[in-house]
Nanobody
Framework: QVRLVESGGGLVQPGGSLRLSCAAT?????????ACWYRQAPGKQREFIASITTGGDTNSADSVKGRFSISRDNDNNVVYLQMNNLKPEDTAVYYCNTPNVRTLVGETWFPRDYWGPGTQVTVSS
């Protein structure tokens, strides 16, 4: 069974840095799935932040380019989100996601999306 667990959230001051981790069981990021980071603030829609493909290609939202970067540790099967120069508007729950993972249901394979429970990031003085 595929499971994703985020960690590394917490309280930081504006201008500070934080590194989030996404650990997976049931899949290998480098083989089976693209990994994405999303965030959702209270009262707002869930927002795409960054992604990394199985081959290591990365993409990020314009709002975080130059401040956030996504990376992967293949030996430990962990995807990271390094967040620098944090701003109060970055406050949100951050989620790890693996879209379109080939999953066996009964005797049939289907693409399935998996999500972690999220980790809270609060940027405040």
């Amino acid at each position: 069974q595929v499971r994703l667990v985020e960690s590394g959230g917490g309280l930081v001051q504006p201008g500070g840095s934080l590194r989030l981790s996404c650990a997976a069981t049931g899949l290998r990021f480098s083989i089976h799935a693209m990994a994405c980071w999303y965030r959702q603030a209270p009262g707002k829609q869930r927002e795409f932040i960054a992604s990394i493909t199985t081959g290591g290609d990365t993409n990020s939202a314009d709002s975080v380019k130059g401040r956030f970067s996504i990376s992967r540790d293949n030996d430990n099967n962990v995807v990271y989100l390094q967040m620098n120069n944090l701003k109060p508007e970055d406050t949100a729950v951050y989620y790890c996601n693996t879209p379109n993972v080939r999953t066996l249901v009964g005797e049939t394979w289907f693409p399935r999306d998996y999500w972690g429970p999220g980790t809270q990031v609060t940027v405040s003085s």
